[in-house]
């Protein structure tokens, strides 16, 4: 890894703002916290998740690189050239995948950041643009193929969610009815499946029957979402305008989370699982929390 040491800049100054907080939600958010900007050097950030340590990765998208920021306080580059990864998301022995927009593909990446193919094509075509992903118990991974910017020859007929079996060569498509599906989580359980339709505005929860198979859908939250997480208790968190907002697992509003830049996707992460860190825009901001991560 190449590391540079980064003094963690200095707190915003300004208090959270959280409103509509409700009976549950209260203690959300440490008391006194503030937050914190730990460094704006980036271009766009995304896709952050917490290794077995609690170190966050996440994604510069535009850069092609994937940072780390450590438990220490220390940025370090993990990896370079990355075609343009989104989403990342550790699976039960703690190897990290990454959604490949850029090159159409879900990948795994060892220790060294060094990337392999886990599959690029569906039907003999390739992925529009994979987003987001989550990997279930067994190792399936269910993931997000939009895309952004232009829709000339997609080699999909349509945005769909998909699900890959372990040591399937072949993804299986389990949701077609999405505008643009985008986030994408689901609980630690493997019972629970979450889908943001970000150019819909809506956020569905389904059952998981068995793996890669889904139902019940039911609509969690009235908002789309770039990214999202779930904390200990199942609480479900989404992004909007500069807003995280934390809904409840019946999809009753508990707090609204007030930022300085728009974020785009957040974890938890730290020794204790206990900080909110939250990429937006060109920066990476982190929040104390009186919850931990589910992840």
């Known amino acids: 890894m190449k590391s540079t040491v980064i003094q963690s800049l200095a707190a915003l100054g300004m208090s959270l703002v959280a409103f ?3 009976a549950q939600s209260n203690d959300l958010v440490a008391e006194g916290a503030q937050i914190e900007l730990l460094s704006d050097t980036f ?11 609690g170190n ?20 370090q580059t993990f990896r370079e050239q990355t075609n343009g990864n989104n989403g990342l998301f550790f699976d039960s022995n703690w190897v990290l995948h990454g959604a490949e927009g850029g ?14 193919a886990v599959i690029d094509q569906h039907n003999g075509a390739p992925f529009n643009s994979p987003n987001d992903l989550w990997i279930d118990p067994q190792g399936g991974i269910y993931f997000t193929d939009p895309r952004y910017g232009s829709e000339a020859n997609l080699p999909q007929p349509g945005y769909y969610v998909y699900y890959l079996a372990p040591g399937a060569s072949e993804a299986e498509v389990i949701i077609t009815d999405m505008q643009r599906p985008n986030g994408i989580i689901g609980t630690a359980d493997g019972e629970t499946l979450y889908v943001a339709d970000h150019q819909g505005n809506q956020t569905f929860a389904y059952d998981i029957d ?17 990214g999202v997480t779930l904390d200990e208790h199942g609480n479900l968190y989404l992004t909007g305008g500069n807003n995280i907002t934390v809904y409840s697992p019946e999809g009753e509003v508990l707090q609204v989370l007030e930022f300085p830049l728009a ?10 699982r206990n900080v909110l860190y939250v990429t937006a825009r060109r920066s990476l901001f982190a929040l104390p929390m009186n919850v931990r991560g589910m992840y």
């Open 20 to 22: 509509h907080a409700l």
């Open 43 to 53: 271009t766009f950030t995304e896709g952050p998740i917490a290794d077995e340590a």
């Open 56 to 75: 966050v990765y996440f994604s510069d998208i535009p850069a092609n690189r994937i940072h780390v920021w450590t438990v220490d306080g220390e940025l």
């Open 103 to 116: 090159a159409g593909r879900i990948s795994r990446m060892d220790s060294e950041g060094n990337a392999t």
């Open 210 to 226: 068995a793996p890669g198979q889904i139902s019940g859908k039911r609509l969690i939250a009235p908002q789309g979402s770039d």
């Open 263 to 272: 974020p785009a996707n957040m974890t938890f992460g730290g020794p204790e």
